[in-house]
């Protein structure tokens, strides 16, 4: 009984208990309504390294072409690129993207304290919403069983660029939110009621991984540059267009199909679009 009131014994046995039952637990199969446009190895070694705003104004024009659902845009763009065609090219092409999501980061520094980083202001007067790119690793074990549907500077709300990806993909409505006491974040989004807790941080929702063997789709930002008929793949879908580059990408995290394997960021995106 000790043991079982020991908040930090009680959340481990938990998380431990969850784990193995969602492993366990196996989904009836469904069609995924998203896919992944991946800014991978090939991708860098053809661009010169990190210089993709050129190809990634390329690959947007043919992913608007085939008429997606919606695009979030997991790469940061806060910073001013040194050739400024290739920024304006970028921006055009933004702005001709249906349901474009752009991310913003929460920074803290020294000077301003807890702050919005978000896109410079010329891509985000192209895009539809802004959402946020922050998972939520668990304390003690560093496994991502969830993610914040929003999150607060102050009184400025941004909700997350999943859930912004799917209001958008499902006709745009504003969010309604359930205040059913404390523990009840429950929020709807696109007439779906997604069950949510309410904490100090916002509100936490479990995500449902794809389980081995099930994966959504994705494809090479070269490879579509390489034959834009691959472009197809996308249409009607939400896209979800990031770095996923070993070398490169920071945020890598584990799930509880980890098995000692982690998962970049954007496809934890794409996987909370699809719970």
Not at 7 to 29: E, H, I, T
Not at 171 to 193: A, H, K, M, N
Not at 207 to 212: D, E, K, L, S
Request: with cysteine.
């Amino acid at each position: 009984a000790w043991l079982g009131s020991w908040r930090f014994f009680r959340s481990q046995l938990d998380n431990a208990a969850y784990d193995a039952v969602f492993r366990l637990y196996r989904p009836k199969a469904w069609q995924p309504q998203s896919a992944i446009l991946a800014i991978d190895e090939a991708t860098l070694s053809e661009a010169g390294g990190m210089h993709i705003r050129e190809p990634l104004a390329r690959a947007l024009r043919l992913i608007a072409a085939v008429h997606p659902a919606a695009v979030a845009i997991d790469v940061t763009l806060t910073d001013r690129d040194d050739k400024p065609a290739e920024d304006l090219a970028l921006q055009q092409a933004f702005c001709a993207t249906p349901n474009l999501v752009l991310s913003s980061l929460l920074m803290d520094d020294a000077v301003g304290g807890v702050r919005w980083e978000d896109p410079k202001p010329e891509f985000a007067r192209c895009a539809a919403a802004i959402g946020h790119v922050h998972a939520e690793p668990d304390d003690n074990d560093s496994v991502t069983r969830s993610i914040s549907l929003e999150k607060y500077v102050g009184r400025d709300r941004r909700w997350a660029l999943a859930a912004e990806a799917f209001r958008l993909s499902h006709g745009g409505g504003v969010p309604l939110e359930r205040q059913g006491g404390y523990y009840s974040g429950d929020v709807e989004i696109g007439g779906v009621t997604i069950p949510a807790r309410r904490t100090d941080d916002g509100r936490i929702m479990r995500v449902r991984y794809p389980p081995p063997g099930v994966s959504i789709p994705k494809l090479s930002l070269q490879r579509l540059l390489d034959d834009p008929s691959l472009a197809a793949l996308f249409a009607g879908k939400a896209v979800f267009v990031g770095v996923t580059a070993e070398t490169l990408v920071r945020d890598r995290l584990f799930t509880p199909y980890a098995f000692g394997r982690s998962t970049t960021g954007l496809e934890i995106n794409a996987s909370a679009f699809e719970t």
